[in-house]
T-cell receptor, first 114, second 114 residues
Framework: QKEVEQNSGPLSVPEGAIASLNCTYS??????FFWYRQYSGKSPELIMS????GDKEDGRFTAQLNKASQYVSLLIRDSQPSDSATYLC??????????????FGKGTKLSVIP | ETGVTQTPRHLVMGMTNKKSLKCEQH?????MYWYKQSAKKPLELMFV???????ENNSVPSRFSPECPNSSHLFLHLHTLQPEDSALYLC?????????????FGSGTRLTVV
């Protein structure tokens, strides 16, 4: 079974700290990886994508990918209370017949304490 | 209208009712998807349409019937549902594959089956 695993949390960090969110995946055929943020009662919103080994930075967010270890992470610097949400890790893979599938983990709930 | 719009936002239906969920994307994408999000479970991919042709049906019960008349519109027809089908139903769109930009989600329909 092709799975994406995340620690469900909750993860609590003080305001201004670095939040570190982790994800592992089982399918080595996965091509790209995404982090979505989902506020309670809302739909997922894409915040980062990464498809090459190493780090990718965008503002306060840094995504890290290690394909050998099948590991993806998201760092949020200078965490703000508005960052409190559930963060979903997702991977995309070719599933045959010209079709791709985006598979999600269960999500990690992050709480940033003022 | 921009992005991906879903109607209705909320739906309560009895087990003998027939209803339809509607999704429309204004992003020029050519792939559309239905996902189900239940409490404490990962987002589950239900159906994939590429260029309005169905390419994936992830063992979804026949009481859920998708329809994709063109690349911008997607429907999910519901009949004789069960209480366990109560969930948030999310529509998403992308360019075929979505390997670089991921999927864009609509706001979802919160379905309650009574």
């Amino acid at each position: 079974q092709k799975e994406v695993e995340q620690n469900s949390g909750p993860l609590s960090v003080p305001e201004g700290a670095i939040a570190s969110l982790n994800c592992t995946y089982s399918d080595r055929g996965s091509q790209s990886f995404f982090w979505y943020r989902q506020y309670s009662g809302k739909s997922p919103e894409l915040i980062m994508s990464i498809y090459s080994n190493g780090d990718k930075e965008d503002g306060r967010f840094t995504a890290q990918l290690n394909k050998a270890s099948q590991y993806v992470s998201l760092l949020i610097r200078d965490s703000q209370p508005s960052d409190s949400a559930t963060y979903l890790c997702a991977s995309i893979r070719y599933s045959g017949a010209g079709s791709y599938q985006l598979t999600f983990g269960k999500g990690t709930k992050l709480s940033v304490i003022p | 209208e921009t992005g991906v719009t879903q109607t209705p936002r909320h739906l309560v239906m009895g087990m003998t009712n027939k209803k339809s969920l509607k999704c429309e994307q204004h992003l020029g994408h050519n792939a559309m998807y239905w996902y189900k999000q239940s409490a404490k479970k990962p987002l589950e991919l239900m159906f994939v349409y590429n260029f309005k042709e169905q390419t994936e049906n992830n063992s979804v019960p026949s009481r859920f019937s998708p329809e994709c008349p063109n690349s911008s519109h997607l429907f999910l027809h519901l009949h004789t549902l069960q209480p366990e089908d109560s969930a948030l139903y999310l529509c998403a769109s992308s360019q075929v594959g979505g390997t670089r930009d991921g999927y864009t989600f609509g706001s979802g329909t919160r379905l309650t089956v009574v």
